[in-house]
Antibody, heavy 115, light 106 residues
Framework: QVQLKESGPGLVQPSQTLSLTCTVSGFSLTSNSVHWVRQPPGKGLEWVGAIWSGGSTDYNSALKSRLSISRDTSKSQVFLKMNSLQTEDTAIYFC?????????WGQGTLVTVSS | DIQMTQSPPSLSASLGDKVTITCQASQNINKYIAWYQQKPGKAPRLLIRYTSTLESGTPSRFSGSGSGRDYSFSISNVESEDIASYYCLQYDNLYTFGAGTKLELK
């Protein structure tokens, strides 16, 4: 069955770089796109970006200058890197597979930006 | 970027009520709207895609409608398991979520 699981540091210092990994199973990254969605505590959902089956990427225009999404198809992993983190980047970060639309989700991982 | 204006931010309902949530897009989204349910501590669950197509496992008391810029989502005969937050998502041009609606019991 389709599964996604996020992993990464729970705490990041301000101005540092966040690195998250989404490990997937039950489907191929070369046939499906994977997206990142985040949710600040107690707030709504925000689409962060995507890596498509062909390897191209799309990013939220508000985050584009700080964001990079890549993948390792041999390991079935998708990576998110976001630099210059600020406190407002504190959120649960979900990876999700295109359904359409977002039909399969990981459990999410909480990232806290704090010194 | 397409903006999604979702209302109301919160709803209070009694069991058995019908409730309706609306989303207005900043431009025509060609019916590419989905609706999600999210319970505390959980990932969102897709209920409806392409305006009115119910996902497998979505109870028939959930429904969606609309066209152009204006869309609505309804729950008829609210049950206790429906207490959650609900979000719309446009996927006509990249992706934008509405701000969410928190459904509570009266």
């Amino acid at each position: 069955q389709v599964q996604l699981k996020e992993s990464g540091p729970g705490l990041v210092q301000p101005s540092q770089t966040l690195s998250l990994t989404c490990t997937v199973s039950g489907f191929s990254l070369t046939s499906n796109s994977v997206h990142w969605v985040r949710q600040p505590p107690g707030k709504g959902l925000e689409w962060v970006g995507a890596i498509w089956s062909g390897g191209s990427t799309d990013y939220n225009s508000a985050l584009k200058s700080r964001l990079s999404i890549s993948r390792d198809t041999s390991k079935s992993q998708v990576f998110l890197k976001m630099n210059s983190l600020q406190t407002e980047d504190t959120a649960i970060y979900f990876c999700t597979r295109w359904g359409p639309p977002f039909a399969y989700w990981g459990q999410g991982t909480l990232v806290t930006v704090s010194s | 970027d397409i903006q999604m204006t979702q209302s109301p931010p919160s709803l209070s309902a009694s069991l058995g009520d019908k409730v309706t949530i609306t989303c207005q897009a900043s431009q025509n989204i060609n019916k590419y709207i989905a609706w999600y349910q999210q319970k505390p501590g959980k990932a969102p669950r897709l209920l409806i895609r392409y305006t009115s197509t119910l996902e497998s496992g979505t109870p028939s008391r959930f429904s969606g409608s609309g066209s152009g810029r204006d869309y609505s989502f309804s729950i008829s005969n609210v049950e206790s398991e429906d207490i959650a937050s609900y979000y719309c998502l446009q996927y006509d041009n990249l992706y934008t979520f509405g701000a969410g609606t928190k459904l509570e019991l009266k």
